[in-house]
């Protein structure tokens, strides 16, 4: 049957998953599958700033150049991520004073944002990532210890400002339900619009762990941040388990993936769903979560799981 890019187009939606360069251009089945069945890519590394501009001032955009053309290659849109994010900055991003901190995060935007500006196929950037602490209040990152809240708004007015065009999207995590840091992300966006600082969109990273329950509001949370004129994304899909894997927990994984994918669809300015990667032989999850992993749609050996079924059957 048709891939999920063809199903996701009919709904006016894109389906994408996160691509490390490695794997791209190391294995073929990696290569294929990713171009079969997604319509949107975003580099999983290779545009944070550690890759981007590991020392001041010296740009290398041999990974994000690579997979960017990948997607112009096979028709898919890229997503930037991301600009100012408080892991993955090297060490001489964060001992800088304040005004040389500005000044370098502006001029890193302008570079990056830059450097992609006139590619069709680059569209929206994470401008900034991760800014709340799941209370609500803004992280106490070595950004805001700095430079103070002022850098969420700078951040958007230097990235449109190098290009008018790109949606510019403000990303975090633990954010898809109702909650104090959804609400927090709200109304900073609400307030940011109100002062005319340019922020587009909302992404909704989505790590979810089938242990922890479904948020049963993430289409009436989309659907409020949809209420600010802001497009939304699900920018990092995948549902972790703890392992081993077995089939009750694969069918509860794709009951997660279908609702995703239908709180999407239910939401017109939902522009569509992003999945952290796609098969099980590469997750950031378990690096990240000790004993937890088979989070994505395809196994270790590229067998479509059944929460590859669900996504491309609510498509
Ligand atoms: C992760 C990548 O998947 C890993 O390869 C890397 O080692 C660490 O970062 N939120 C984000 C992503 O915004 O950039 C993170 O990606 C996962 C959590």
């Known amino acids: 049957s048709a891939p999920l890019r063809t199903h996701a187009a009919g709904r006016g939606k894109f389906i994408g998953a996160a691509l490390a360069t490695g794997q791209l251009a190391n294995e073929a089945t990696?290569?294929?599958?990713?171009?079969?069945?997604?319509?949107?890519?975003?580099?999983e590394n290779a545009l944070k700033w550690e890759s981007t501009e590991p020392s001041q001032g010296q740009f290398t955009f041999s990974?994000?150049?690579?997979i960017v053309a990948f997607a112009t290659q096979n028709n898919m849109q890229v997503h930037g991520h991301t600009l100012v994010w408080h892991n993955q900055t090297p060490g001489w991003v964060q001992s800088l004073g304040a005004s040389a901190m500005r000044a370098a995060m502006q001029n890193h935007i302008s570079q990056v944002v830059g450097h992609y500006a006139n590619n069709p196929a680059v569209v929206s950037w994470d401008v900034v990532n991760e800014v709340f602490d799941d209370s609500g209040n803004l992280r106490t990152s070595f950004w805001y210890n700095t430079l103070g809240q002022s850098y969420i708004a700078d951040a958007f007015r230097a990235a449109r400002a190098a290009d008018p065009d790109a949606k510019l999207c403000i990303n975090d995590y633990n954010t898809e339900g109702i909650n104090a840091?959804?609400?927090a992300i709200y109304n900073l966006v609400s307030s940011?619009?109100?002062?005319?600082?340019?922020?587009?969109?909302?992404g909704f990273q989505s790590h979810l762990a089938i242990q922890y329950g479904f948020p049963s509001d993430f289409q009436q949370n989309l659907q409020r941040f949809a209420a600010l004129g802001v497009q939304v994304r699900i920018t990092e899909l995948d549902v972790r388990m703890v392992m081993p894997r077995d089939a009750t927990k694969d069918a509860t994984q794709?009951?997660?993936?279908?609702?995703v994918v239908n709180a999407c669809l239910a939401v017109t300015a939902c522009a569509g769903v992003t999945i952290w990667g796609f098969t099980d032989k590469y997750s950031w999850v378990p690096d990240t979560f000790s004993g937890q992993g088979a989070a994505l749609i395809y196994d270790e050996n590229y067998q479509k799981k059944?929460?590859?079924?669900?996504?491309?059957?609510a498509l």
Request: hydrophobic content about 25%.
């Open 254 to 259: 794709a009951t997660y993936y279908r609702n």
């Open 181 to 183: 840091k959804s609400t």
């Open 192 to 202: 940011l619009r109100q002062q005319g600082v340019p922020v587009d969109c909302v």
């Open 306 to 313: 059944p929460s590859y079924t669900a996504v491309h059957d």
């Open 30 to 43: 990696y290569r294929t599958t990713a171009a079969t069945e997604f319509s949107q890519v975003t580099p």
């Open 63 to 66: 990974g994000g150049d690579a």
